[in-house]
């Protein structure tokens, strides 16, 4: 008996005639399409079991695991299926959009073509290998790719749009104008690589149409794309800046004020920031260089600001949004406010009332001063004003006497309302609105976070020694405060976030899960662990940290976003053993080296972590942070204490000192990162040699760094052989050349072997 009769009668023995067998793909080809996944599964396994190599099941398969996400498998079994039948051109489509989906870019790009090869007419294959040349850079290849794609399917909007897209990135335009059109005259195909995106479409040609000067048109299709998505920060912030160009400031001001909301993570670094106030706002933008030129002397506003004294910026959305947001970054705009700050405490003081723009104008810079910690510069005779008027206030308080606005706003500015005797009380009055947001942050969240100390489990005591002071200190500053929530992203899983940072990098997948444990060791005041229980499909969060302070700050954030997957809880590293729990992911960014032995700390958290399971370390480098060590010395030197009023004085001194580079830092604007920064109670720096050492003692294996995309691309060309990036040995030779590379601290991710 030949092998062809064995197969037939191995067959009839499993009672699969071919006509049963094409009965029973029916079945599940229907089963599938009806959504009935588990049916259909079942019976493409019988098929299997029949006729191991029938290439239509092994496909519908490999498609049914596309559709639940499980690309792995997908590509497992549509391999199969070409294995059995290479000549389908609808397998090699889907193997490649699998691999597209892991980032297999160049793979996916073969299989895309051979697609094609089979069938020349295949106007998706043709789409979304224009999607991967694309996104390689490489324009003319991809507007081919998408010319092709749209005239073998000219009813897909989505196609016409990527062939915008890839045309205006020639210089193409008016080719580019016409295919927007098109796409805009047709139904968006939700087959094609990118989803539906009418905004998208609106704004890409609006910004052509802006280009080329035809404001109004421009403007109509901003207006289009927001009516059906208000939330694109993008859309915000060019018909903010089409606005602008019409002499229309007050109105641009407002879009890019939207816009910063949008995207708080543009308030991390001003630059931007400051670009646009200084555009909008020429007053404010004088107003600002007088005052550098002038520091340390603080002018009154009306020399500050010329004629339009205080009612030329109090107004300013942008700015005000800027101040109530996110720690003000900038040292100019910092000595600014502070100026303003000090001509606001006059105006207290003399018992003036300005008006209401004002007034919310200094609700704004409380806000920003709660958000900072009151770190801007009190000069002796300001602290003796303020002294006063909190006496004042507190009298009013008890006596339960009238409370000018602007002297709540003032005093909130240089002190926390909730350090005012029967604070609490204030919140049983009338105020305007912006007086009442700066009463629920300063008093009535304070309050909260207070009386929820209690509620915090502790999973295990607190160490003496380091563990004990370092405690102390996040006690008193709780690192960092914020106002605006991590933006939510597309939820993923693990595995799809790996393969989005480290492409190159191979590691085992934990697999698709109903759960995935993560445990966040060091959470501070809940940043991290809400953006990774948002990011993470089907997280499970432990969040622990030493300060019960942080973590009541965190609880309150997380319960204003209306999580339910994050448990907050009082430890200590070094004895997180005793919790009989391991996790698939740990994360200890920003921890380590804080510890009085960070290996110590580290190898007890390797204990928890599970077969296969991922850790994601942030350690701070020795090259990175070598301008603190002059700082540090000059702290030492003239005997400063980490308390406030130390803290006010020598970072003014330092910020104009030879050693004063420390105030590009991020962390020198606010109270609780500036003394984390230059006057922590313990702080180890590592290399990148010492950090392959313990990979290799441990059997880490390091995916990759997290770093910004410049130095990605800089390395990229430097060390062209390391298509992984992978290598530590080139890294340290890039660090050495490049000492910035790691100046906020080395983020990278690395999975157990062993």
């Not at 207006?223 to 993008?234: F, M, S, V």
């Not at 005012?420 to 947001?437: D, I, K, P, Q």
């Not at 005997?639 to 105030?663: F, H, T, W």
Request: aromatic share 6%; hydrophobic share 45%; glycine share 6%.
């Amino acid at each position: 008996m030949n092998r062809k009769e064995r197969r037939a009668a191995g067959k009839r023995d499993a009672g699969g005639s071919s006509s049963a067998i094409a009965a029973l793909f029916a079945q599940a080809a229907q089963h599938r399409q009806a959504g009935r996944l588990e049916e259909a599964d079942a019976l493409c396994r019988r098929i299997l079991a029949s006729d191991p190599a029938h290439a239509a099941s092994l496909h519908l398969l490999g498609l049914m695991m596309q559709q639940v996400g499980r690309h792995d498998a997908a590509i497992e079994l549509i391999g199969r299926a070409i294995a059995a039948s290479g000549r389908n051109a609808d397998y090699h489509y889907d193997l490649g959009s699998s691999l597209q989906a892991l980032n297999r870019l160049d793979q996916a790009a073969t299989h895309y073509r051979q697609a094609i090869s089979l069938r020349p007419g295949h106007g998706r294959a043709y789409n979304n290998l224009g999607g991967i040349l694309w996104s390689q850079r490489k324009a003319e290849e991809a507007a081919a790719a998408f010319g092709r794609a749209a005239a073998l399917t000219p009813d897909s909007g989505s196609i016409h749009h990527n062939l915008g897209n890839a045309l205006a990135a020639q210089g193409k335009l008016d080719a580019a104008v016409d295919a927007f059109e098109r796409a805009l005259t047709l139904p968006q195909d939700a087959a094609a690589v990118q989803k539906p995106d009418y905004p998208a479409i609106f704004l890409n040609l609006g910004n052509l149409y802006k280009d080329r000067a035809r404001l109004d048109e421009a403007a109509q299709l901003y207006h289009r794309a927001l009516a059906i998505d208000p939330n694109r920060a993008e859309v915000h912030n060019n018909l903010g800046a089409l606005l602008l160009e019409q002499g229309r400031a007050a109105e641009a001001a407002e879009r890019f004020a939207r816009a910063l909301v949008l995207t708080p993570e543009l308030l991390e670094t001003y630059a931007a920031v400051m670009a646009t106030l200084f555009r909008l706002n020429p007053a404010f933008k004088a107003g600002v260089q007088r005052c550098a030129k002038a520091w340390p002397d603080l002018p009154p506003a009306a020399e500050l600001l010329g004629q339009g004294g205080l009612a030329a910026i109090a107004s300013d959305p942008v700015l005000r949004v800027a101040m109530e947001s996110a720690t003000v970054r900038d040292l100019a705009l910092e000595r600014f406010l502070t100026a303003i700050r000090r001509a606001l405490l006059d105006l207290a003081v003399a018992d003036d009332e300005p008006g209401d723009a004002v007034i919310a104008f200094c609700c704004s810079l409380a806000r920003q001063c709660f958000i900072n910690e009151f770190i801007f510069a009190v000069a002796p005779d300001e602290r003796q004003k303020v002294d006063t008027l909190q006496a004042a206030l507190s009298g009013a308080i008890a006596n339960q006497r009238a409370i000018s606005p602007l002297r709540l706003a003032v005093m909130a500015s240089y002190v926390p309302l909730a350090a005012l005797a029967g604070a609490s009380a204030l919140l049983n009055r009338e105020w305007c609105t912006a007086v009442a947001a700066v009463l629920a942050q300063q008093v009535r969240e304070p309050l909260q976070e207070q009386q929820d100390r209690a509620a915090v489990p502790q999973l295990t005591p607190i160490g003496d020694g380091v563990s004990a002071v370092v405690r102390q200190q996040y006690e008193e500053n709780p690192y960092p405060r914020w106002s605006i929530a991590p933006p939510r992203r597309n939820v993923m899983s693990v595995d799809d976030d790996i393969r989005r940072k480290f492409p190159g990098a191979s590691f085992r997948p934990l697999g698709e899960r109903d759960r995935t444990d993560l445990l966040i060791a060091g959470c501070g005041t809940g940043q991290h662990p809400i953006w990774l229980a948002q990011r993470y499909r089907g997280a499970r969060v432990l969040a622990v940290d030493l300060s019960l302070s942080s973590l009541c700050y965190a609880r309150r954030k997380t319960r204003e976003l209306g999580l339910q997957n994050i448990e907050y809880a009082q430890a200590d590293i070094l004895r997180l053993g005793s919790i009989g729990r391991t996790f698939d992911l740990i994360d200890v960014s920003g921890v380590l080296h804080h510890m009085a032995d960070p290996e110590a700390g580290w190898r007890e958290l390797l204990k928890l972590l599970r077969p296969d399971g991922l850790m994601r370390v942030g350690l701070y480098s020795e090259l990175g942070r070598r301008e603190l060590a002059p700082a540090r010395g000059f702290i030492a030197e003239r005997n400063y204490r980490p308390i406030p009023d130390d803290i006010r004085r020598c970072r003014q001194e330092l910020a104009d000192s030879p050693v004063g580079g420390v105030a590009r830092f991020n962390d020198f604007f606010s109270m609780s990162e500036c003394r984390d920064l230059m006057f922590h109670v313990q702080e180890h720096r590592l290399t990148i040699p010492q950090i392959a050492s313990f990979l290799g003692d441990h059997h880490l294996k390091f995916l990759g760094f997290e770093t910004d995309g410049d130095s990605l691309a800089a390395y990229r060309q430097r060390f062209p052989e390391d298509r992984a990036l992978t290598d530590l040995d080139r890294w340290h030779k890039f660090e050495c050349e490049r000492p910035d590379t790691f100046i906020g601290m080395y983020q990278f991710m690395v999975q157990r072997t062993a």
